[in-house]
Nanobody
Framework: VQLVESGGGLVQPGGSLRLSCAAS????????MAWYRQAPGKERDLVAT????????NYADSMKGRFTISRENAKNMVYLQMNSLKPEDTAVYYC?????????WGQGTQVTVVS
């Protein structure tokens, strides 16, 4: 299993970023995908999940209305569109999935929101 995130960067408050995750090594279309984030000195928190078809996204309360998770099963890709970014969104963002009892993580991509 390999998950490779991209798209992070430096952005001003109110700005937008689109994160991408390229998945390989498993049958992507059969698994729920998720984005997590970890701010400095804090635990890794769930941001959003999306079911196998992409029809049922779910979000942590603080992201509802600002973030959109989506997937393209034909390309083995999952995305996170982030709008109206706030300084408190600054974190390393991770793509993740669970196969059986094991959870897999990408290497993460840094998002920094600063004036």
């Amino acid at each position: 299993v390999q998950l490779v995130e991209s798209g992070g960067g430096l952005v001003q408050p109110g700005g937008s970023l689109r994160l991408s995750c390229a998945a390989s090594g498993f049958t992507f279309s059969r698994y729920v995908m998720a984005w997590y984030r970890q701010a400095p000195g804090k635990e890794r928190d769930l941001v959003a999940t999306i079911n196998t078809s992409g029809a049922m996204p779910n979000y942590a309360d603080s992201m509802k209305g600002r973030f959109t998770i989506s997937r393209e099963n034909a390309k083995n890709m999952v995305y996170l569109q982030m709008n109206s970014l706030k300084p408190e969104d600054t974190a390393v963002y991770y793509c993740s999935t669970s196969l059986g009892l094991r959870r897999y993580w990408g290497q993460g991509t840094q998002v920094t929101v600063v004036s």
